[in-house]
Structure formats: structure tokens, C-alpha cells
């Protein structure tokens, strides 16, 4: 059974920083990608970056590109996404999301196989 279980969400303050993480298990992490979707009160879940757990490429929506970074650790099935310079736009439950990298980059919720349960990251101003 494929679990992904995220970590690390919160109340912070706009220019602080949080690191989410999303433990993967039931399929085999090297095979596949991740990524952080999020969906702020209101509106749609949109990806926001996605990495090839292979080889590492890393991919970013224009709203985060330059203050958030994905990155894995293999060794653990864990996927990570170090979020600085938080805006209180980047208020929103972020979940994690594994499968085909191009299902991924597709920035469709109906093409993502595998969902975590979420976690809301709150920024304050």
C-alpha cells in the first residue's frame, strides 16, 4: 500500500521560513517522482514543484521559483520542500504527491496517483 505522510507545516510569519516533509513507502521511490501540490482557501490545488527522485531535476511554479527548494534523501523515501521568504499568498494546505513525472508536471489533480493527507502551512503578516 502506497503511504505518503507529510510533516513540518505551521503558523509562521511572512519573511520566515518552513520545511515540509513527506515520508513515502509501498512503491519503490527511485522509480518514480514526488511533489508539492497546494490549495489555498477557495481556490483549485495546483502544483507547485516537482522532482525526478532518479536523477534530481527539479521543477517550479513561477510563484515559488526562488524561495522554495525540493529536494529527496533516497536513502530515506522522504521528499522535502524548504520554503523561505513565506507570503502570506503561500497560505494553504500543501500535499505531497508521487507517481508518473509527466502525470505530475501536468499540474492535474486527476492525473496524480498517489496523495498524502496534507498539511496547512498558515503565514502570517
Known amino acids: 500500500e502506497v503511504q505518503l505522510v507529510e510533516s513540518g507545516g505551521g503558523l509562521v510569519q ?3 521560513s518552513l520545511t515540509l ?9 527511485d522509480d518514480y517522482a514526488t511533489a508539492w501540490f497546494r490549495q489555498a482557501p477557495g481556490k483549485e ?7 525526478n527522485n532518479h536523477n534530481g531535476d527539479t521543477y517550479y511554479a513561477d510563484s515559488v521559483k526562488g524561495r ?8 530515506k523515501n522522504t521528499v522535502y520542500l524548504q520554503m523561505n ?3 502570506p499568498e503561500d497560505t494553504a494546505v500543501y500535499y505531497c504527491a508521487a ?3 509527466e502525470r505530475l508536471l501536468a499540474n492535474d489533480e486527476k492525473m496524480v496517483d498517489y496523495w498524502g493527507q496534507g498539511t496547512r ?4 503578516s
Open 14 to 16: 511572512a519573511g520566515g
Open 21 to 29: 516533509s513527506c515520508a513515502a513507502s509501498g512503491f519503490t521511490f
Open 45 to 51: 490545488r495546483v502544483g507547485i514543484s516537482c522532482i
Open 68 to 75: 522554495f527548494t525540493i529536494s529527496t534523501d533516497n536513502s
Open 85 to 87: 521568504s513565506l507570503k
Open 99 to 101: 507517481g508518473d513525472l
Open 121 to 124: 502551512v498558515t503565514v502570517s
